[in-house]
């Protein structure tokens, strides 16, 4: 049986500092994987290098060499000594190494647990394995199972539920008020990436307009271009609250733009619909006052990097219930990885061969009545002719000079006698 | 007490165990367990009152006992509708109690068969009864999403999210639930007044004769009415709605035990 191995830093591990010097672009990394498919002990190989993590999954048969090639890899690559990153490096195999790669792909082990980038990472770096031919039998199935478990702790469990961002759990809230956001009005006063950010996740949300007003006409033109929107002018605000269901105010005004005052009559002109604030400008834009008429609400910074940290520790809790799913997912992987050897093989054939003898035997008897001796005789001749079949398959998968992929051959037998059903 | 009462109750409060589990735990098999265990209870109840109704031959209302479980039954039936149509899973955290409650103190009610007059055999009766409780079913409804809007609105408002915030819907979905709920409710009410007062006219020869039941269903109905009326004409919704919603019910609440049990009237021979 092939280790599996699997070296790599991350966040945990290593400063930026580090990570930045071992990080692999998109073009290195393939011609990494060349060079590492080149290394005789090395049968497979894969690797990954986002901002947070650089790791190489391995499949060998002589773990002390490969790991040692790995290292001087990286250590030649990178141009730098293997003492500078060795104390920062982990080394995990088998089971240790599925884990980690199921508990990255499923962002377990992610600085932002439950963030969803990683898992397409992951499946980038695959296909980059894929098209240097450096992935075999066993890393294609390892990552198959990596991508759907990931896929079953993401829907099984409330890793992802919760915004962990700013503008995020502005929409979260804005969905609480208003249930679907199709068809609402959004108003941006201001400007800010993260401001803009948030009109950007309403829009895919489907709010049906989006008005900009800026100090400076030009730029609010310019700004609701972007947002496919239409630009108002500052002194304009207080009319179309009439209309706007959803204000998220970034200006740079040392006072309230909006104050109680302006909003109080607007409310029963609305006829009481609901009328959200979000005020993410320090000093705050919006009197917080307002958050106590009735049917409307107003969050200002503060509120929503409060709604942010309780939802990161839901989603540490959540986490919990996902290492249960890897947990099983670790097993039933490691009992495929052990039958992919000559001996478990040879062992499954022979026993599935006898079985189908054993049924076909009994039919025979029960249909021509034959005598204790006739079915006795009938044993013998199946006994012998199933190992006159084996025999040279036994010999097949036992000759030391089986040429190439080794777990190729064996997965293939396994797969034409469907030995893993 | 015959078997379907019981079955009925045990699943009643099997439901009300699954939807209280389902509040706490946040998982969608408890909310399944306690909604099938609901419409069991239902269907064994709405058995049980099938076959009141062949063996006394009138409509089983003729004591607090049989009024009351008729009601649960309303309830019951109504959330199973709502549940339908709206979607609201969460109302079942009130529902379901709410209707195990009633069944339990069922239960506990003396079962003896009022005299059976003329009076019960009547066709508007029979409308006048179910029409008026499916009716107030709905209202009992409208408070329990008012109660889970303020619940709701309070979690946004005082911005402490934990608890209520993730396990209740939007705003909006309760606003818009509990006035349906009101709509429904207000049909019925009228109905079912209007039906009652045809009745009382075939009875005592009179349509309206100052019945203490009488005065406060009028209230009721005022009350509702005007309700409606603020929300059509200036738009209240919200948090006035909810609120409005949860002290109308209030008034049934009283038109419905307070008067059989404090007042005089000709409802009260029914209602014993």
């Not at chain 1, 942010?308 to 947990?327: H, L, P, S, T, Y």
């Amino acid at each position: 049986m092939r280790d599996i191995i699997l070296i790599g830093i991350n966040h945990k591990t290593a400063p930026v500092e580090l990570r930045e010097c071992m990080a692999f672009s998109k073009d290195e990394s393939s011609t990494a994987l060349d060079v590492l498919r080149r290394i005789s002990t090395i049968h497979e190989a894969l690797l990954y290098s986002t901002c947070n993590r650089v790791e190489l999954l391995m499949v060998t048969d002589d773990r002390n060499h490969a790991i040692g090639a790995a290292k001087k890899f990286i250590s030649d690559f990178n141009k730098i000594p293997i003492t500078e990153f060795e104390s920062s490096l982990y080394v995990h195999e088998n089971d240790e190494a599925v884990r980690h790669l199921f508990r990255v792909a499923a962002s377990l082990d992610s600085m932002v647990v439950g963030e969803p980038q990683i898992l397409g990472q992951i499946k980038e770096a695959y296909r980059g394995a894929a098209q240097a031919k450096s992935a075999g039998v066993i890393l294609n199935r390892l990552m198959h199972r990596a991508f759907f478990v990931a896929k079953r702790v993401r829907t099984e469990t409330g890793i992802g539920d919760r915004a962990v961002s700013i503008s995020y759990a502005a929409v979260e809230l804005a969905r609480k008020i208003f249930g679907s956001l199709e068809g609402k009005r959004v108003l941006l006063i201001g400007a800010g990436e993260m401001a803009e950010l948030a009109v950007e996740h309403l829009i895919r949300n489907q709010v049906s307009e989006t008005l900009v007003a800026n100090r400076t006409f030009e730029n609010g033109l310019e700004l609701s271009r972007r947002f496919n929107g239409k630009a108002i002018r500052f002194e304009e605000i207080a009319e179309h609250l009439r209309t706007v269901d959803i204000i998220i105010s970034s200006t740079g005004a040392p006072g309230f733009v909006i104050t109680r005052d302006i909003v109080k009559p607007v409310i029963r002109a609305r006829r009481s619909r609901p009328i959200f604030f979000i005020d993410i400008a320090v000093p705050r834009d919006i009197d917080p006052e307002i958050n106590r008429l009735d049917n409307s609400y107003v969050y200002d910074i503060d509120d929503l990097k409060g709604i942010i940290e309780e939802n990161i520790e839901d989603r540490q809790k959540e986490a919990v219930k996902g290492e249960r799913i890897i947990d099983e997912a670790v097993i039933r992987f490691r009992e495929w990885h052990e039958a992919l050897d000559v001996v478990p093989t040879i062992v499954a054939l022979r026993g599935k061969l006898e079985a189908m003898a054993e049924a076909e035997i009994k039919r025979t008897v029960q249909g021509q009545g034959m005598s204790a001796e006739d079915s006795q005789a009938l044993q013998r001749m199946m006994g012998s002719f199933i190992n006159k079949v084996l025999h040279d398959p036994t010999m097949y998968l036992k000759r030391d000079g089986m040429l190439g992929d080794k777990s190729l051959h064996i997965d293939t037998i396994r797969k034409l006698f469907k030995l893993d059903e | 007490m015959e078997a379907a009462i019981i079955i009925s109750i045990l699943l009643y409060l099997l439901s009300a165990a699954g939807y209280l589990a389902y509040f706490l735990l946040q998982r969608g098999y408890l909310q399944r367990a306690g909604f099938i265990a609901l419409i069991g209870g239902f269907v064994f109840h709405t058995a049980s009152l099938g076959l009141d109704y062949f063996q006394q031959g009138h409509i089983p209302a003729t004591n607090m006992r049989e009024t009351l479980s008729l009601a649960g039954w309303a309830v019951a039936g109504v959330f199973i509708l709502l549940n339908y149509r709206y979607n609201l899973k969460i109302l079942g955290v009130y529902a379901a109690p709410f209707v195990a409650l009633i069944m339990v103190i069922v239960s506990q009610l003396p079962d003896q068969p009022a005299q059976t007059t003329r009076l019960f055999k009547s066709f508007w009766l029979v409308a006048h009864v179910t029409v008026i409780f499916v009716g107030e079913a709905a209202f009992a409804l409208a408070c329990g999403v008012g109660i889970l809007y303020l619940l709701q609105e309070n979690s946004i408002k005082t911005k402490k999210r934990r608890f209520f915030f993730k396990r209740l819907p939007s705003l909006d979905l309760l606003d818009s639930t509990g006035y349906a709920c009101i709509v429904v409710g207000f049909t019925l009410l009228t109905i079912g007044l209007i039906t009652g007062l045809v009745y009382a006219k075939s009875v005592w020869g009179r349509f309206w004769s100052w019945d203490p039941k009488e005065v406060w269903s009028g209230i009721a109905w005022l009350f509702y009415a005007a309700l409606l009326h603020e929300r059509l004409a200036v738009g209240w919704r919200g948090r006035r709605s909810a609120i409005m919603a949860i002290v109308g019910f209030g008034v049934l609440l009283f038109t419905f035990l307070g008067v059989n049990l404090f007042m005089e009237g000709h409802h009260r021979e029914f209602t014993k």
